[in-house]
């Protein structure tokens, strides 16, 4: 792969290492993962690499849809967009993620096409959708691979090239994270509520019912779901793959296809088409990957890397060359990436908008219109999907009591509001200001500080703010400020992509104190301006030569520390390294890889298995405390916390019309998720009507079976219907 002139100018200079060619390096970066799998998950290594075959589906996916990217690219080519790809360093490899970004998206719009005519029901559709992007990709991969012989590859190794083997250790955590299943991993996320809720519970109900409308009792089901529609792909090759009608493989590939996409995120930061040593773009990476949320998000089925993956190309490609090709990418990249995640509108689109309205383009108006057009384009269907289902409202249920509600309450839109507000304690600047501290400088998702050491150690922690302080701070502080300090020697133009990066770093926040509820997690944009200025004060350390030779020990340092400490960040979850292994609640071992799925069916088939077959349907089973639908039968019936909850406004109007209720609906199995709505009402608020004393109220006036309740405090109740005998057991 070629490298582009602007590129050669920035380089420092390197002398090649001596008889060995980069693939050594390839070669002893995957011996490195491994060691490092072995060192966090010890014995349970086999049952990693066990789980390791389900992705094969997501690659299925990833090889189509980068075949059908190249088909886009070369169109790009043909037409004046060869230069975009030059201006990196690498172009052949900047070319390969951005039609890898490409054809996820038009895989993802694809199928809520397909979706929106009911076509997505069996697993077939799925196979012949790949396979037709392959086929329209096949020539133009033909030629792309023609053109690639390989020759980086075979070239000789550098010294900075063996910086790679600092994103190892975070490589290996990501991959042993994604074995867990879903619900089992990350307390700072509530193990994962969001993927339970509507991730992967979503894509299973559109597999089933072949439609992608929104759900009237799931409100996340009105969100932008350009990722959702890709695990729904791969989980219908899981299902075609391992010959089964369950979606609950589909966990697995659909986990491993974020992982994959926070890989290809951080290999768009080190491809960055801007003037930048290789040494300082390996440091970028390193930062990239060895932020624990960067891990702990990418492992789980989130869409929060997909947002990453999109938002770092589009800009990139902002602070490239600037034509017609890269106003229509930069646009459809956007219109991708806000089809992820709303919120990337104001935590990529915006700030990029912004920073495009900074360069001196002869017609900035005119491109910046463009591509907002172009980005309002690509976003359209899912706002005319939540127009048409809400009743007019296209960001539904966002200004719900502006824009239209759908039905909802005002007390529902309020509670909705409330729930996805900054916390009365946080109020006012002091206390938005406090949060920035807490969860972005202070919080060990970010960086690591010797509190957190220790915690890990099993020591009592510490609450002294300089020691929840973490290593990446002082040296983020340190390069920040060497990259906005003029210097002679330093490549032309890296001052002023420093200062864009600072601006972007400031929008981002800004975005968060205002239109967040100020968790940790939403901060995680920030990693992208925070890596690349990192990168960039390494460069300005590099033209003050032997004088700054201990600040860049420092840095490289700081980085390499910072990826080591991955190796660790399981010990409080699960108590996992070198094989170690905490127990769980409910005294199991905490779950990990394939087998240990059965852990979520042994309750459920204790209580269904002397169930009569035609008593056992899985929409005569209701489910208050939402986030475990993913783990009951197709069908079971549940709502979220913010949707109307049918049966608690039953009991709003007495146990009597609740069991009047239950019998009308058939319901021949009620679960209780007790520990589940304590969360949520200590979170986004439950019906109070839902209680113990309610519960147990309605179970004597219909002669419910005595209740069974799991190791984790579920309370299962069998239904008697139509007799006024208690059911047998």
């Known amino acids: 792969m070629a490298r582009s002139s602007t590129y050669r100018r920035t380089e420092e200079s390197t002398s090649p290492t001596r008889g060995l060619p980069r693939w050594a390096i390839l070669a002893s970066f995957i011996v490195h993962v491994l060691a490092a799998i072995q060192l966090i998950a010890g014995s349970w290594s086999a049952a990693v690499y066990q789980t390791l075959i389900f992705a094969i589906f997501p690659l299925s996916l990833l090889i189509a849809a980068t075949m059908l990217g190249f088909a886009f690219t070369a169109a790009l080519q043909r037409h004046g967009g060869r230069e975009l790809f030059a ?46 992007a392959a086929a329209i990709g096949f020539l133009p991969t033909r030629t792309f691979l023609r053109v690639c012989h390989g020759s980086s590859l075979r070239a000789p190794a550098t010294r900075c ?104 995120a951080a290999a768009a930061i080190g491809l960055m088409p801007i003037r930048l040593s290789k040494t300082a773009r390996w440091l ?71 920073l495009l309205l900074t360069r001196h383009w002869g017609r900035t108006w005119k491109s910046a219109l463009a591509i907002s057009a172009i980005a309002l384009l690509i976003y359209f269907p899912w706002a005319l999907r939540a127009a048409i289902a809400s009743g007019g409202n296209p960001v539904f249920p966002l200004v719900a009591n502006i824009l239209g509600r759908d039905g909802w309450t005002a007390a529902q839109v309020d509670t909705w509001n409330r729930g996805h507000a900054a916390p009365p304690a946080l109020a006012g600047t002091v206390g938005h200001l406090s949060a920035l501290g807490s969860k972005l400088f202070l919080d060990s ?31 983020a502080l340190l390069a920040t400020l060497l990259a906005l300090v003029p210097r002679v020697g330093r490549p032309e133009g890296s001052l002023s992509v420093a200062w864009k990066m600072l601006l972007l770093l400031g929008l981002q926040i800004f975005a968060w104190l205002t239109v967040t509820h100020l968790e940790s997690r939403f901060l995680l944009p920030c990693i992208v301006p925070l890596a690349l200025l990192m990168a960039l004060g390494f460069d300005a350390l590099v033209a003050a030569g032997v004088r700054g ?52 069916e042994r309750p459920r088939a204790l209580v269904l298995s002397d169930l009569p077959p035609e008593e056992f349907r899985s929409d005569r089973i209701y489910l208050l405390g939402d986030s475990a639908a993913l783990y009951y039968p197709d069908s079971t019936r549940y709502n979220t916390v913010f949707d109307r909850n049918p049966l608690a406004a039953a009991l709003h109007s007495g146990i009597p019309s609740a069991a009047v209720w239950l019998r009308d609906q058939k319901i021949t199995l009620l679960i209780v998720d007790w520990p589940e709505i304590e969360r949520l009402r200590g979170t986004y608020g439950y019906d109070p009507a839902v209680t113990p004393e309610s519960m147990h109220a309605l179970a004597e006036t219909m002669h419910m079976s005595t209740p069974y309740v799991t190791p984790r405090g579920i309370e299962i109740y069998r239904i008697n219907n139509g007799t006024d005998e208690p059911p047998t057991r």
């Open 87 to 132: 201006a990196s360093p690498w172009p052949s490899a900047w070319r390969l993620v951005i039609s890898t970004a490409l054809g996820l998206g038009a895989l993802a719009l694809a199928t809520l096409a397909l979706g929106s005519a009911g076509l997505v029901a069996s697993p077939w559709i799925a196979a012949a959708l790949l396979f037709i």
């Open 549 to 600: 030779l201990l600040a860049r020990f420092f840095l490289v340092f700081t980085v390499g520390m910072q990826a080591f400490f991955c190796l660790f960040i399981l010990i409080p979850e699960c108590g996992l390294f070198l094989g170690s292994q905490r127990l769980a609640p409910d005294g199991s071992e905490m779950p990990l890889a394939i087998g240990m799925l059965e852990l979520f």
């Open 445 to 475: 998702q970010w960086s690591s500080g010797s509190a957190t050491w220790h915690q890990w150690m099993g020591d009592k922690p510490d609450n002294s703010p300089l020691k929840h302080l973490g290593l990446l701070w002082p040296a």
């Open 284 to 354: 970028a990476v390193a930062v990239f990957l060895g932020v624990p949320w960067t891990i702990i998000c990418g492992s789980l089925a989130y869409n929060d890397n997909a947002v990453l993956l999109f938002g770092i190309l589009a800009l990139g490609l902002a602070l490239g060359p600037s034509n017609r090709s890269a106003t229509l990418l930069i646009g459809v990249l956007l219109g991708l990436c806000v089809g992820c995640k709303m919120t990337a509108g104001v935590f990529f689109a915006l700030p990029i908008g912004i």
């Open 161 to 264: 090239d063996w910086l790679a083997l600092l994103a190892a250790a975070p490589v290996a955590m990501l991959i042993v994270a994604a074995t867990f299943p879903a619900g089992t991993l990350w307390n700072t996320e509530g193990r994962g509520y969001d993927v339970l809720e509507y991730h992967l519970q979503l894509p299973r109900e559109y597999a089933l019912s072949g439609s992608t409308a929104p759900l009237a009792h799931n409100v996340y089901s009105y969100f932008p779901a350009n990722t959702e529609m890709l695990y729904l792909l791969v989980t219908h090759l899981a299902r075609l793959g391992m010959q089964t009608p369950s979606a609950l493989y589909g966990i697995y590939s659909s986990q491993f296809l974020h992982a994959a996409m926070t890989l290809l």
